[in-house]
């Protein structure tokens, strides 16, 4: 099997090691401290859930090949975590957080491999610059943040392959591979991308290409299969969703399309760019000594082919496609390597003047970030304009558990995030939504009631005013036993003025036969 030599990663001397700042003596420790401190800020926030959190709150009820339109790994995690905590803020938190940190754990060693210690810590910690990752992804992601960490993670597996070509590595790289198609599908882009680079560059053209390929192709294989089957059933429902998400306008839309991408491009990467520029300035301008030693020389051209491809691949799917809507999600997993490739590519800006500047830059975003969301329901509320997170969950449940029900009967709601925060609340019931997409209102209840009598259970049939499909009600009361109406809760909103207009929800509790 074919082998490359092994370089020594640049050392710093002793002094300058021992002036690193303490977040970079100890990324790990302070990496886990990050990622408590917003767990604990999500707990304290509010016990409402967003779109996404309600989304796999429902789903992991239950395991499955996969879910609605989306691959099946996220919701395995959360279902895995839920069996220990609980469905639960907590649980929900705990994934989605212990995901962002891996996305830096992964890319810091990727980095670290490539890399002296500050620099890696900058390529892997400006990464928080990205606004998709470093904002929303606090706040309303799943698989996203699924496949981003294990973006990053398939980037160190490779790195990891060319230092050492051994069976295990290779098995990692198809590791990476199985779970990145089962955390979400545009991670298919990410690896035909690198794929193409990876084989236009000599040195890991032959790593590829040697013996060991079949053990990535086998894992990956074996992983994907059940899921690829379940996919082969669903095609069509898949493909149509995805295809409404883009956009696609045949008629025309190449400008708009173009110009979206430009944007959304922009939007991804342009603050990372301007701090780094502002931190760094002239130095950006000069290149390496001709004599400066690189541990990975077919780095460099690898990451320019891999994000060239990745702008082809885009610019093709508005010329050739006619796609119109990109999002910053999107981007998100394919250019969070944008910061790694800038100092691998500059790699005498570890010992620039405006490290300094730089580092302030990382934690400065960071804190904001955090800041920013600490802030973001009582901004909602002060605006009039309370979002999910100002719904009083709690003091629903417990109005309702007032009203008779027994917590373990079912939940039928008219949203998914209410159907999803009841969940957390009532543990022992299953909670569904009927909201009209999957089903027609009128079936959807009926089923559950059905399902119900069967179990010899009750139920709950509930909605909220702000979140209510036309004639909903209407529909719902169809199927309903005679002699069952609606009653109205009005609760006071979290985090709004005094004198807010109150949440107002309506419910129907029918108790178990006796």
Known sequence: ????????????????????????????????????????????????????????????????????????????????LNAVLGPSVLSLAVLKHALLALTY??????ARALLPPRAAWWAAASMVMLPALGWSSLHDQTHTVLVTAVTAGTWWALIRLMQSPRPARYALLGLMAALGMLSKYNFALFAAALGLAALSVPATRAVLLARGLWITAAVALVLVLP???????????????ITDKLEVRPAGGRIDGLGELLVTLLSTLLLWTLLAAWAFRGAWLRRPPADAASPAPWMKPLLARYLAAVLAAFVGMVLVGHVTEFKEHWLQPLFCVWPLAAFVWRPQLESAPGGRRFTGAVLGVALLFFVATAAYPWVAGWRGRPGELNQ??????????????????????????????LRTRFAAAPAIDCDGDALPVAACVARQLAAARAAGLGWLLIARDDRLPTDWWADAQAVLPAGHEPQLLELPRRAVPAGSAPASYRYIWSPPPR
Do not use: C, K, N
């Open 1 to 80: 099997m074919s082998s490359l030599p092994s370089a020594s990663l640049p050392q710093l001397p002793a002094a300058a090691a021992g002036a690193l700042p303490a977040v970079m003596r100890r990324p790990l420790l302070w990496l886990l401290a990050w990622a408590a401190a917003h767990v604990a800020l999500r707990l304290t926030l509010s016990s409402a859930l967003r779109w996404d959190e309600a989304e796999q709150t429902l789903w992991s009820q239950h395991l499955a090949w996969g879910y609605g339109t989306q691959p099946p790994l996220y919701t395995w995690l959360q279902w895995g």
């Open 105 to 110: 754990l992964f890319m810091g060693l990727a």
């Open 392 to 421: 009083p969950i709690v003091a629903l449940a417990e109005q309702l558990r007032a009203a008779g029900y027994d917590g373990r009967s079912p939940v039928i709601a008219a949203d998914h995030m209410l159907a999803g925060a």
């Open 227 to 241: 899921h690829a089957l379940w996919l082969f059933d669903h095609l069509q429902a898949t493909a149509v969703a």
